[in-house]
């Protein structure tokens, strides 16, 4: 699945009009895109200087935080939608990140590589570590601080409370319902408290 199905993906999970805070916002293209044709508002974040100015150049507003600190500055339900797309694997408090985005945000939209792939466990069977178009770096220089998978996620949502509006994963250019944590890439959680 290339990064704009991905967007696109996710851009169709947002009501039009929405507030957004999206964490780990990149260099804010679906931001930009949720303002231009869904009419939506709000913030991204992220902590790298070339996203930052990326954004700032896209015309969206961006805050430059550490998102290992956490939420504390946003208040309960302050935001519509808080978006996590390809972050919670680089974060080293992600069940407290979980937890701070279903606290920020009325909905919560998670999506990050399933490790469970069928093509990733083939490539752990071989004795290799997987490198594949959605994890893409050598085991010894991934940014990726952790690897999980559909059912993984399934369950940190279920220990935390969290109530699953929506579940599916994405391989190629399909939707993956049935076995999405054998057959899907991406895994695609929509939540709530």
Known sequence: ??????????????????????????????LQQLTRDKGCTGYGIDI?????????????????????????????????VVLQINTLQHLRNAEVMLRETARVGRVGIIAFPNFAH????????????PVTA?????????????????KDFEVLAEKNGLKLLDAFGLDEQHVVRRWPNLLAGTAVFKLQR
Do not use: E, K
């Open 118 to 129: 069928w093509a990733n466990r083939l490539s752990v069977l071989r004795g290799r570590m």
């Open 134 to 150: 959605r994890l893409p770096y050598q085991w010894y220089d991934t940014p990726n601080i952790r690897v999980g998978t559909f």
């Open 1 to 30: 699945m290339s990064d704009l199905q991905l967007l696109n993906t996710i851009a169709n999970l947002v009501p039009a009009g929405s507030h957004v805070l999206d964490l780990g916002c990149g260099d804010g293209a679906l």
């Open 48 to 80: 790298d200087d070339a996203n930052v100015l990326a954004c700032v150049r896209r015309g969206v507003n961006v805050l430059q935080v550490n998102l290992h600190q956490g939420l504390t500055s946003f208040a309960d339900q302050s935001f519509d």
